[in-house]
Every structure is written in C-alpha cells, then in structure tokens.
C-alpha cells in the first residue's frame, strides 16, 4: 500500500545545514513534494519535484531524489531559527487526482 | 496574487450538530481537495473537487460530505459531528489537480 516514511525530530544548530529525508513506497509516484507547516498555520508548499528528476535546487533548498530507493531528501542550507518548523514530505499517485499522500512530519527544531 | 482562503478560522460546535467550511481557490485553479489534520491521524485525504465534479474520495464517512461551485469555490460539510471530528480542516487548491498543490491556512474546528 501507500505509505510515506519520516523521521520525527532533527535539531541543528543555526548556520549549519538541515538535512530531511523521507522514503515513500508506491512506484507510481507523479510529484514529490515538501511542505513547511508552522505552529497554528496552514501548510507551505516550499518546493516539488517531478518524478523523473534526480535534483531540484530552489535558494537555500536542495531536494535529491533516489528513485531506486523511494529516497526524497531535503536539503536547508545555512539554517535559521525562523526555519523552525515541521516539514512535510509528500507524494501525489498517477490517476489520484488532488490526493497527496503524506508524511507524518519532520519537527526541526534549530538552536541559537 | 490572492492565495487559498479559508473561512472560518476557527469553529466551535457541540456534539451532533453539522458544520460547514468554506474554501476559494487561487483565481484560475480549478481543482479543490480537502484534508483533515489531527495529531493521531496525521493529513488525510477527504476528497477532490474539478469542474463541480467529485473525482476522487478518501475512507471518511458519509457525514462527510462536499461541493464545488462553478465559480471553482467550495464547501464542506459534516453532519452530526462527533469529538474526534475535532481537526484541523485544510483545503488546497491546483490548476488542474495533478500537481502544485497550494493550501489554505485552514479551518480549527472543536466538537464539545
């Protein structure tokens, strides 16, 4: 079945860089995304990938995807406390239309 | 331009009664999905909304229920409302409904 894998907490320290990963399991994987939510708030697209691309950079994000493996990472450079938030990866499925498949969310929490 | 608007914030309600949230899209997008977002459960897919037409439902209940206007906005309902209908209640929207999905900051609802 459809199931979308994250690790739950990553603490950084500002200035460094953040890495979140996310494995996925349906090979009919269309887009690959990654959403920013912070507290109280809706959900921020901050950037996707089409299925066939290895790597998407966008500023200070870095996704790389393995198809091979059901590998997404994300990648934030240079880390700042306003990145604090929880991340979410997700995936849409050929002929599923407007249904993302989400992860549980990644908490980072980034120290001064 | 304008984003994903969600109105209301926020929703009190009491035990059987039923709800309505409503959802404009971004000007142009003309697919509308719908979320429910608990800390149990996670994001899950409700169902989507292109043309007026549903194309596509989660495993929710009846209760639960949608539409779309010809204007793209749309509504959704929940009919006698239980406590663990207590979520977060996000709508995204995309052109079409394949990828690109921008949310809204979506609706708290609280069954007492």
């Known amino acids: 079945g459809e199931d979308v894998e994250q690790s739950l907490f990553l603490s950084v320290r500002e200035g460094d860089s953040s890495v979140i990963n996310c494995t996925y399991t349906?090979?009919?994987?269309?887009?690959l995304y990654w959403y920013k939510q912070e507290p109280g708030a809706g959900l921020q697209l901050l950037t996707y990938?089409?299925?066939?691309?290895d790597m998407k950079q966008d500023q200070r994000l870095t996704v790389l995807l393995n198809k091979k493996d059901k590998h997404l990472s994300l990648r934030i450079a240079d880390t700042q406390t306003g990145d604090s938030a929880i991340y979410f990866c997700?995936?849409?499925?050929?002929?599923?239309?407007?249904?993302?498949?989400f992860g549980k969310g990644t908490k980072l929490s980034v120290k001064p | 331009k304008a984003g994903v608007t969600q109105t209301p914030r926020y929703l009190i309600k009491t035990r059987g009664q039923q709800v309505t949230l409503s959802c404009s899209p971004i000007?142009?997008?003309?697919?509308v999905s719908w979320y429910q977002q608990t800390p149990g459960q996670g994001l899950q897919f409700l169902f989507e909304?292109?043309?007026?037409?549903?194309?596509n439902k989660g495993n929710f209940p009846g209760r639960f229920s949608g539409r779309q206007f010809s204007n793209s906005r749309s509504e959704m309902n929940v009919s006698t409302l239980e406590l663990g209908d207590s979520a977060l209640y996000l709508c995204?929207?995309?052109?079409?409904?394949?990828?690109?999905?921008?949310f809204g900051s979506g609706t708290r609802l609280t069954v007492v």
């Open positions: 997700a995936e849409s499925l050929m002929g599923s239309q407007g249904n993302l498949i």
């Open positions: 990938i089409f299925s066939n691309m």
């Open positions: 349906d090979s009919s994987s269309t887009y």
């Open positions: 000007s142009g997008h003309r697919s």
């Open positions: 995204a929207s995309s052109i079409q409904g394949d990828y690109g999905y921008t």
């Open positions: 909304y292109f043309s007026e037409t549903q194309r």
